[in-house]
């Protein structure tokens, strides 16, 4: 491989000739490790034309060079780092000057500290990885949405690829959710009520960015999507959590001075827990007495293989004061961070100019390549797949935690991907995953749902869209094992 000469830049403080310049800083390059053994320098007439300087000064160099063995001459092909060039240090090497800046107090504000968990990054390498929100590549669509891909790339698509869309989207993947995935959720929704999102969480983001002041109030599930909660922390809203129970979120429980209300009616989160019809009517009512917006997050709605979901909260608006949040991300693959926001045009056009500040639009390639999985029925396919697959990976795992006498905290009345569980009181089970995890198995602590200082320590979640139905009940019994163990 051939070094880019535009990386060589003589240091203006170096000493010497400018011969004794070139020197050091081609062995500086070899000595840090950013010149590997074996690549190849630019041509001394190259290299002189870019630095400014004569050819006979590179050339001295480079034999000056060549005879420290930090150079090899191949014939007729130029000139190499040599194979028996020093070794680079294995160490980094200090700074030339120590910083002087006070970060503590530079620092305009602070975004780490959340309660959001780290997950690990070689979970596929568990045998039993009962975590949730990660793609399974035995059922991913690989070969279709290659083809999806490639045929983006192609010269029809070429606007869609290439143009900066500044603050719009792709119109293809906007006229499928307004025609089919709205639809279904029974919402109807023009062009320019629909906002494309990096994922749900970012939809999430930009809402309470639009939405909330330091002297506005949200409410939160409680326990919530973790996530979620760092998210509205980071608004400096007042923020007040209220209790979910085995419906949901209480309209009762609602404080009358509450502004903006988050909630995940179809599929609670982390609960499960599903709102009933006549729950969801009470709190639009609820919140238009109050005057009141609602942040829906409809995750997994797709995930409905035991029947069909109910009806999005969205659909049963009928003043515009419901903002629905979907996502491609959970059901296609998560690093696809693909979702979407609908709501009331001013909502949307406010979003619309804030994400354009941010980060303009999606890639137009990624918006375009899901909109054709999308409208060529490979992601209607895909979504069937991974219900049949679930729902039986499902009766296996009730089964084995029923036979190893685990306790269930919550389940999704229609699917979904995970089990909301609960262990003795006694049991943290932060040390739990800590003692599981030699045994190839993971697990999700449920401290970080909960909004307290002092969180419930002996929840937690198992999910089952990763693991194949022959090892959950291995994985189960694992569990169960340890968890008497521990006691």
Same mark, same amino acid.
């Given at each position: 491989?051939?070094?880019?000469?535009?990386?060589?830049?003589?240091?203006?403080?170096?000493?010497?000739?400018?011969?004794?310049?070139?020197?050091?800083?081609?062995?500086?390059?070899?000595?840090?490790?950013?010149?590997?053994?074996?690549?190849?320098?630019?041509?001394?007439?190259?290299?002189?034309?870019?630095?400014?300087?004569?050819?006979?000064?590179?050339?001295?160099? $480079?034999?000056?060079?060549?005879?420290?063995? $930090?150079?090899?001459?191949?014939?007729?092909?130029? $000139?190499?780092?040599?194979?028996?060039?020093?070794?680079?240090?294995?160490?980094?090497?200090?700074?030339?000057?120590?910083?002087?800046?006070?970060?503590?107090? +530079?620092?305009?504000?602070?975004?780490?500290?959340?309660?959001?968990?780290?997950?690990?990054?070689?979970?596929?390498?568990?045998?039993?990885?009962?975590?949730?929100?990660?793609?399974?590549?035995?059922?991913?669509?690989?070969?279709?949405?290659?083809?999806?891909?490639?045929?983006?790339?192609?010269?029809?698509?070429?606007?869609?690829?290439?143009?900066?869309? $500044?603050?719009?989207?792709?119109?293809?993947?906007?006229?499928?959710?307004?025609?089919?995935?709205?639809?279904?959720?029974?919402?109807?929704?023009?062009?320019?009520?629909?906002?494309?999102?990096?994922?749900?969480?970012?939809?999430?983001?930009?809402?309470?960015?639009?939405?909330?002041?330091?002297?506005?109030?949200?409410?939160?599930?409680?326990?919530?999507?973790?996530?979620?909660?760092?998210?509205?922390?980071?608004?400096?809203?007042?923020?007040?959590?209220?209790?979910?129970?085995?419906?949901?979120?209480?309209?009762?429980?609602?404080?009358?001075?509450?502004?903006?209300?988050?909630?995940?009616?179809?599929?609670?989160?982390?609960?499960?827990?599903?709102?009933?019809? +006549?729950?969801?009517?009470?709190?639009?009512?609820?919140?238009?007495?109050?005057?009141?917006?609602?942040?829906?997050?409809?995750?997994?709605?797709?995930?409905?293989?035991?029947?069909?979901?109910?009806?999005?909260?969205?659909?049963?608006?009928?003043?515009?004061?419901?903002?629905?949040?979907?996502?491609?991300?959970?059901?296609?693959?998560?690093?696809?961070?693909?979702?979407?926001?609908?709501?009331?045009?001013?909502?949307?056009?406010?979003?619309?100019?804030?994400?354009?500040?941010?980060?303009?639009?999606?890639?137009?390639?990624?918006?375009?390549?899901?909109?054709?999985?999308?409208?060529?029925?490979?992601?209607?396919?895909?979504?069937?797949?991974?219900?049949?697959?679930?729902?039986?990976?499902?009766?296996?795992?009730?089964?084995?935690?029923?036979?190893?006498?685990?306790?269930?905290?919550?389940?999704?009345?229609?699917?979904?991907?995970?089990?909301?569980?609960?262990?003795?009181?006694?049991?943290?089970?932060?040390?739990?995953?800590? +003692?599981?995890?030699?045994?190839?198995?993971?697990?999700?602590?449920?401290?970080?749902?909960?909004?307290?200082?002092?969180?419930?320590?002996?929840?937690?979640?198992?999910?089952?869209?990763?693991?194949?139905?022959?090892?959950?009940?291995?994985?189960?019994?694992?569990?169960?094992?340890?968890?008497?163990?521990?006691?």
């Amino acid at each position: 491989m051939a070094i880019f000469v535009e990386t060589f830049f003589l240091d203006p403080a170096a000493q010497g000739t400018l011969q004794a310049k070139i020197q050091q800083m081609i062995a500086q390059g070899i000595l840090s490790g950013r010149f590997s053994k074996g690549e190849k320098l630019p041509s001394s007439r190259k290299l002189a034309a870019h630095l400014g300087v004569s050819r006979i000064t590179v050339t001295l160099a $480079y034999t000056e060079l060549l005879a420290n063995e $930090y150079l090899e001459s191949r014939d007729r092909s130029g $000139y190499y780092v040599s194979e028996n060039a020093p070794e680079p240090p294995q160490f980094s090497p200090l700074l030339p000057q120590q910083e002087n800046v006070d970060w503590s107090r +530079a620092l305009g504000r602070r975004f780490t500290g959340g309660a959001t968990p780290a997950k690990p990054q070689d979970w596929n390498t568990y045998r039993y990885p009962f975590i949730y929100g990660q793609a399974d590549p035995t059922l991913f669509d690989h070969a279709n949405w290659r083809l999806c891909a490639l045929q983006a790339l192609g010269q029809k698509d070429f606007q869609a690829l290439t143009t900066d869309y $500044y603050d719009q989207d792709d119109p293809k993947l906007i006229e499928f959710i307004a025609r089919h995935t709205l639809p279904r959720r029974g919402i109807l929704a023009q062009p320019d009520e629909i906002l494309i999102t990096m994922g749900a969480q970012n939809a999430l983001w930009l809402t309470a960015q639009v939405l909330l002041t330091q002297r506005r109030m949200a409410v939160v599930e409680d326990p919530c999507y973790h996530a979620l909660r760092d998210i509205l922390l980071q608004s400096r809203c007042h923020l007040t959590p209220v209790a979910v129970d085995r419906d949901g979120l209480p309209p009762g429980a609602l404080p009358d001075a509450a502004d903006v209300i988050f909630t995940t009616p179809s599929h609670q989160s982390p609960t499960n827990a599903t709102m009933p019809l +006549a729950r969801r009517k009470a709190l639009l009512d609820k919140a238009r007495s109050m005057n009141a917006l609602i942040v829906e997050d409809d995750y997994e709605f797709e995930m409905s293989f035991l029947g069909a979901p109910s009806p999005a909260l969205k659909s049963l608006d009928t003043d515009g004061r419901v903002i629905y949040a979907g996502s491609f991300s959970k059901s296609i693959f998560p690093g696809l961070r693909l979702g979407y926001l609908v709501g009331s045009k001013p909502f949307i056009r406010e979003a619309r100019a804030l994400r354009a500040s941010v980060l303009r639009h999606p890639p137009g390639h990624i918006q375009r390549t899901a909109a054709y999985f999308l409208s060529l029925g490979h992601y209607d396919s895909l979504i069937r797949r991974m219900g049949q697959v679930f729902g039986r990976r499902r009766a296996v795992m009730e089964q084995a935690l029923s036979d190893n006498g685990l306790r269930v905290a919550g389940r999704g009345l229609f699917g979904g991907s995970s089990i909301w569980m609960r262990a003795p009181s006694h049991l943290d089970t932060r040390l739990l995953d800590q +003692a599981l995890r030699p045994k190839g198995v993971l697990i999700e602590p449920g401290q970080s749902f909960f909004h307290d200082d002092h969180p419930p320590h002996n929840f937690y979640r198992l999910a089952y869209s990763s693991i194949p139905s022959e090892r959950i009940a291995d994985g189960i019994e694992i569990l169960a094992k340890t968890m008497r163990e521990s006691g």
